[in-house]
């Protein structure tokens, strides 16, 4: 196969947490959009990450959790609560390695 066949710009794709205690809390799943194919930058980024932090890890998957347009969730100070963030990067990881 060429490499040619294999080539596509991204597309939003959806996620969703519907896991018990997302649907104990809030009465149904969260979801928010990823894009399917990640740029090299942030790829590098993840695998150069301190696996010990976490920190820089978090860092480039919550600038990776969007809106149906595309647009940045955790922008200008909002933040998820820690639990929920937790299971969102824990989904995120899981994605990422696919």
Known sequence: MKLNQIVSK???TRIELNNE???RLYGEP???WVWDRQ???KFFRMMNADA???EQIVSVLTEMILDE???PLLKDGASLPTNILMMVV?????????
Not at 90 to 98: L, S, V
């Open 90 to 98: 824990t989904k995120m990881t899981e994605i990422m390695g696919k």
């Open 30 to 32: 969260l979801e928010w």
């Open 69 to 71: 347009t595309g647009e």
């Open 10 to 12: 991204p597309q939003l």
């Open 39 to 41: 740029p090299l930058d």
């Open 52 to 54: 010990s932090s976490g």
């Open 21 to 23: 205690e997302v649907i």
